[in-house]
């Protein structure tokens, strides 16, 4: 199971979504750096589950518990371990899935893969829960950024089709037993130019490979993306910034399948044997 990226700073994703716990080693971080750990966490308690009607029912603190590479708020050069305690785990809940296995996630392709050893419960390593080792890494990444003077910030700028009352879109469709997708505007300022390399180890590529680690993501377009195949030569160029680069991304997510309205691809009324 590849959870193991990167080349000069590689980040390793370790455990489940009903697991006792999940967590991240992050090694290759220059020692001397400072870490703020209270801004890390507040970073972290904007992701937590459970904090609306907006969000999954499930309800999980996501307190970090930082186990090695910092001391009194400095990477020390060691592997920064970190992990989260699942709290709130009903693995009673999944045990059907051995048989009757949900639309739109990993719960057959795993089934096969793993030759019936995978973990079903919450969907296991699979289950979009990894994503909050994954933010630690992120969170602490894009404070060591900030300290380059690069910015990341992002924002949903449209759900269920509309850019407009995202909140009342999402509590119609669940009033309604369904769900909606959205998409994310991300925008890099204060880039220096020339990261990367040709070809396969492009900055596009790299982000690209990161991005789609979130299993919501189905999509990614930089610039003007798609709109690009639209316009002629003269509208599409970009202006030279000499000293800076200025990173775009659209991310288009997923919807949601898990839900209680029975769709026209939906096959859990069918029992299907293994």
Request: net charge neutral; with cysteine.
């Amino acid at each position: 199971m590849s959870s193991t990226y990167g080349k000069n700073i590689k980040i390793s994703i370790f455990g489940q979504s009903h697991s006792k716990g999940m967590g991240v080693s992050i090694d290759g971080l220059p020692a001397g750096k400072s870490i703020d750990e209270i801004a890390l966490q507040k970073f972290m308690s904007r992701r937590a589950p459970g904090q609306g009607d907006h969000t999954t029912s499930r309800k999980e603190a996501d307190q970090i518990e930082i186990l090695s590479g910092i001391i009194e708020g400095k990477t020390c050069g060691a592997p920064i371990g970190a992990i989260i305690h699942n709290m709130d785990t009903i693995s009673e809940d999944y045990k059907q899935l051995v048989d009757v296995p949900r639309p739109s996630h990993a719960d057959f392709t795993s089934r096969i893969k793993y030759k019936g050893f995978q973990d079903i419960a919450g969907g296991g390593h699979f289950s979009g829960r990894l994503t909050a080792p994954l933010c630690i890494a992120g969170g602490i990444c894009k404070q060591l950024l900030e300290q380059k003077g690069i910015r990341i910030e992002a924002q949903a700028i449209e759900v269920g089709g509309s850019n407009k009352n995202i909140l009342t879109s999402i509590a119609e469709a669940k009033a309604d037993g369904d769900s909606v997708g959205g998409i994310i505007e991300c925008l890099i300022t204060g880039m220096p130019v020339g990261v990367g390399e040709p070809m396969f180890d492009g900055i596009e590529n790299k982000i690209s490979q990161t991005v789609f680690a979130v299993p919501a993501i189905k999509g990614i377009e930089f610039g003007n993306g798609f709109a690009a195949a639209k316009l002629r030569g003269s509208q599409n160029n970009d202006n030279f910034i000499l000293n800076t680069l200025l990173v775009i991304m659209l991310l288009p997510l997923f919807i949601i399948s898990e839900i209680c309205k029975q769709g026209i691809k939906d096959n859990t009324s069918r029992k299907r044997q293994f």
